[in-house]
């Protein structure tokens, strides 16, 4: 097992062969699969399948049956047998640390000795990938990384719940990292705080050259907006809720704004430490995805009082010109998929 988990993470073909992407949170699997035709990426499969309550909880499976029930729905949705799947980032963690200047077979090791400063997990208790943030290190003493750290119980589990419903996981990733290789352009050197609003949290992520240098979760999410606009309307689909209506959900708006803008506070405070990721304290957008992102007044809400232009994300930037292949998903249905595009992206490699 100890093998196969070596070139399940740190085998570069397999990191390279196309597979479908499967996002997985508390309440659903979302995924997402390509199909690359002369050159060209087009949408091959794409949907969603709800999990009973109480089915998964920040990586935990806590229904064995009811999860691989889910995913054998899954595996007559997609042509793929093999999938990259994402793990809540509830259940991971994500530092950014240096090294002394070394070569590239020994960074794994040195790395090994900074995982129990920055993670409450032993060394044998994880697995670990890194991105180097920069890549000329002849002019460095020190090499800095951005480390993201996967406890091997989730792994485990889920490795046994997918190759008993026929699926197979060429990787597992960070939930932050893959919403960040749909939405960031690719060699574009944008500072970028994302916001990703799901059903029952919201992940925000600091992102330097498309590398994600530290995430921040809330326990706020899409249904907290509807239960909150229930107490004043009653029962209503999230396709129906219009302006007027939306004045109820401004108290979860107000929490959700208020993290954002101490989240960017942040940011700017970090990057005036020279030794952390080395950057102007100025972030270029606030970039949104999720499905409430969308509802009226929502993203003027959260502008409100910030400095940084605040855009919704395009989950497509990497895939495809909206203007040669117009996409079977409507804009704000596409915002909920970030995670599973990233997944399922032809190359993996951003």
């Known amino acids: 097992m100890a093998n196969f988990f070596k070139k399940l993470f740190y085998t570069p073909n397999y990191i390279s062969m196309p597979a479908a992407g499967i996002a997985v949170s508390n309440n659903a699997l979302i995924y997402m699969e390509f199909l690359n035709k002369n050159g060209l990426v087009f949408i091959k499969n794409y949907g969603e399948v709800p999990l009973i309550p109480n089915t998964l909880r920040d990586g ?48 794994r090791q040195a790395l090994e000795f900074k995982l129990e400063e920055n993670v409450p997990l032993k060394a044998d208790e994880v697995f670990f990938e890194y991105e180097v943030i920069k890549n000329n290190r002849k002019s460095f003493t020190s090499i800095p990384l951005s ?54 949290s919201t992940v925000m992520s600091f992102v330097v050259d498309g590398i994600v240098h530290f995430t921040s979760t809330l326990p706020i999410g899409d249904k ?69 992102v969308v509802l009226p007044g929502f993203i003027n809400y959260i502008a409100q009082g910030i400095s940084t232009e605040v855009v919704f994300g395009n989950v497509w930037t990497n895939v495809f010109n909206i203007n040669d292949y117009l996409p079977p998903l409507k804009f704000e249905e596409s915002l909920r998929f970030a995670t599973a595009v990233g997944l399922a992206l032809p190359n993996n490699k951003r």
């Open 147 to 200: 480390v993201s750290v996967i406890p091997k119980k989730i792994i485990t589990n889920f490795t046994e719940a997918f190759d008993a419903a026929g699926i197979y996981p060429l990787a597992f990733e960070m939930e932050s990292r893959m919403t960040t290789k749909s939405l960031a352009a690719k060699r574009d050197n944008k500072k970028l705080i994302i916001i990703h609003i799901k059903n029952d």
């Open 224 to 292: 907290n907006l509807i239960e909150s606009l229930k107490k004043d309307i009653g029962n209503i689909e999230f396709q129906d809720i219009d302006q007027e209506s939306v004045y109820s959900m401004y108290n979860i708006f107000s929490v959700i704004k208020d993290e954002v803008e101490k989240f960017h506070q942040y940011v700017i405070s970090k990057a005036q430490d020279k030794n952390s990721f080395e950057t102007e304290n100025t972030v270029d957008q606030i970039v949104l995805c999720g499905r409430s």
């Open 60 to 107: 935990d499976i806590l229904n064995k049956d009811a999860f691989q029930k889910a995913l054998a729905i899954v595996k007559t949705k997609i042509s793929s047998d093999f999938v990259r799947v994402s793990i809540p980032e509830e259940a991971t963690y994500i530092f950014d640390t240096q090294i002394p200047n070394m070569k590239d077979s020994d960074i």
